[in-house]
């Protein structure tokens, strides 16, 4: 309590209080939630152990989607929407590494491991270690079997979870694991090149989602790729990673860092599937 008898709360709190009441208006954040489903469980072993190939990854990737779409959504469903997304993008990723566009297979085919393990290990905790589970990615798949969000709902919060979150500390770890410096040589032309493959692939994203959709909030999502998710936030994310990279080592750091970018990760992603303006 605070003078005059007022409730003093965190302003934290207070925006996921803000949120929770917004997503409960929305039909989304159901009081409580059970634990792991047998489905959820087969999604988590698929994703057990660190990937070591790019080829693995899209097989793996291909096994989790199977599985997904035989959640009562099916196709609709929230993990495979974004699993198909990702999943295009990652053979195109593999397709440039074979025909050697890229100035170093080895840095880019390094932070495409890294990146899809960071995923993997969402949907690991999420089997196996609930509360461990990154809240951005909880608020995808929380919601996954919701039918009132759509599947471009679905693959945007996730692409939300996997580039504002994700990709800063992959970009990270790349660098640590392959004993670079940050930024050195033609890091950052690589890193640059992934956003022509969005660019490239816009269509056949496009294609795979809007059948089932109004062709107004299509072109809007395709707006949304091509202008936000693809270069303003990978820039983001490496401007993260440029400013995390002098505490790589500092594991306490690191953890705040963490929970810092998950949180604001998570507050977008309820914005994006609560919108009431793209529905």
């Excluded at 152990?49 to 035989?70: H, M, N, Q, S």
Aim: proline share 4%; with cysteine; hydrophobic share 45%.
């Amino acid at each position: 309590l605070g003078r005059d008898g007022l409730i003093l709360v965190p302003v934290r709190q207070a925006v996921d209080v803000g949120w929770y009441v917004l997503g409960r208006a929305a039909g989304l954040l159901k009081p409580g939630h059970a634990g792991p489903s047998r489905l959820e469980l087969q999604i988590g072993e698929v994703a057990r152990g660190k990937p070591v190939t790019v080829p693995e990854v899209i097989k793996r990737l291909d096994a989790i989607y199977e599985l997904a779409t035989t959640s009562p959504r099916g196709k609709a469903d929230g993990i495979a929407c974004f699993t198909l997304l990702y999943r295009t993008i990652t053979a195109n990723v593999l397709r440039w590494l074979e025909e050697g566009r890229f100035e170093s297979s080895e840095y880019l085919g390094t932070l495409d491991l890294e990146f899809a393990e960071r995923y993997f290990q969402a949907l690991r905790c999420y089997a196996f270690d609930r509360p461990a589970t990154p809240m951005c990615w909880r608020v995808l798949f929380d919601n996954r079997s919701n039918p009132r969000i759509s599947r471009l709902h679905f693959a945007v919060a996730g692409v939300n979870a996997h580039i504002n979150f994700d990709l800063a500390f992959a970009t990270v770890s790349t660098c640590v694991r392959l004993g670079l410096e940050f930024g050195a040589g033609d890091q950052r032309k690589d890193y640059l090149a992934v956003n022509q493959i969005f660019a490239a692939n816009t269509l056949q994203l496009r294609e795979q989602f809007e059948a089932e959709e109004d062709p107004e909030l299509v072109d809007a999502v395709e707006k949304l790729f091509d202008d936000f998710a693809v270069t303003t936030t990978r820039d983001v994310a490496w401007k993260e990673a440029q400013r995390l990279w002098p505490h790589r080592h500092d594991a306490t750091r690191m953890a705040q860092e963490e929970r810092l970018l998950d949180s604001r990760a998570a507050v977008l992603g309820k914005g994006i599937l609560a919108n009431p303006f793209l529905r």
